[in-house]
């Protein structure tokens, strides 16, 4: 919960010194610049239209951006995932979703979009706060997959949340749930080689990266021969043959995954 204190907003202004409004509503912006500049001194950019707010991010390489949503005329899920799966370096800096529109369908368009926050209009200032302490001081895990790309929807809308686990049986941190996870997206990011070519390298490096650090945690020098040889591959931009030769040999740990979650 936001304290308050200004050395807490300190801390976040330092990690927001530049932000992009992309909405139509001049007078809405006008509303959240002041309120922004309540929290410190940042610099605020202003974009009325998707178009603009996309030509800002790759210019202005913003540090935080809200959007609005599609029904103002202004569709900030279709930009938001535009950032997220595009080589910009703002691409996993938070985006908060602001708009009078809190429907269920907004809620979850916005959490799989890859959006961080979801703040109702009109809100207070205090409500402002929780949401910037939320996506500034309290960063979630970034899930660079194919079918979807932002941070780790289980802990959406941070703000609100107030237990340990928004999933009760959430085991996600064990090292067999991360083996899992991120051998399927392998598994996934291979059929998207041809479909979606750019994303697909994206997910296979960021799960070459997190297979070594699973590699390392339970000592398996196979997946981490495995895991170092498809780094290699994403990041020296070999051929696609290669590629699917280092996936493959990643293939036989995801059968033995699964054979063991079939025994237990």
Not at 17 to 46: E, M, S, Y
Not at 71 to 93: P, V
């Amino acid at each position: 919960m936001f304290d308050g204190n200004p050395r807490t907003l300190q801390r976040i202004a330092a990690k927001m010194q530049r932000v992009l409004i992309v909405d139509p509503n001049t007078a809405a912006v006008r509303l959240l610049a002041d309120q922004l500049r309540h929290v410190g001194h940042v610099q605020i950019f202003h974009a009325p239209s998707i178009e603009a707010g996309w030509g800002m991010a790759r210019t202005v390489d913003p540090m935080l951006i809200f959007v609005e949503h599609a029904s103002s005329g202004c569709d900030g899920l279709a930009l938001a995932r535009k950032i997220r799966r595009s080589d910009l370096a703002c691409r996993e800096n938070p985006i908060i979703m602001c708009t009078a529109e809190a429907t269920a369908e907004a809620i979850f368009g916005a959490r799989d979009a890859g959006i961080h926050e979801f703040m109702r209009k009109p809100f207070t200032i205090k409500d402002l706060e929780r949401r910037l302490e939320a996506v500034t001081l309290k960063p979630r895990d970034w899930v660079e997959a194919v079918q979807y790309v932002g941070p780790d929807r289980r802990r959406f809308n941070s703000a609100e949340y107030t237990g340990p686990r928004k999933r009760k049986a959430d085991a996600s941190g064990t090292p067999a749930a991360r083996l899992s996870q991120a051998l399927r997206i392998v598994k996934s990011a291979a059929q998207a080689l041809d479909s979606d070519p750019a994303q697909a390298r994206r997910a296979l490096a960021a799960q070459a990266v997190e297979l070594k650090k699973v590699g390392e945690a339970i000592k398996d020098d196979r997946l981490l021969q495995a895991a170092t040889a498809l780094e290699t591959v994403t990041t020296g931009g070999m051929g696609r043959a290669e590629l699917i030769k280092r996936i493959d040999a990643l293939m036989g740990f995801l059968v033995e995954d699964d054979k063991g979650r079939g025994a237990a």
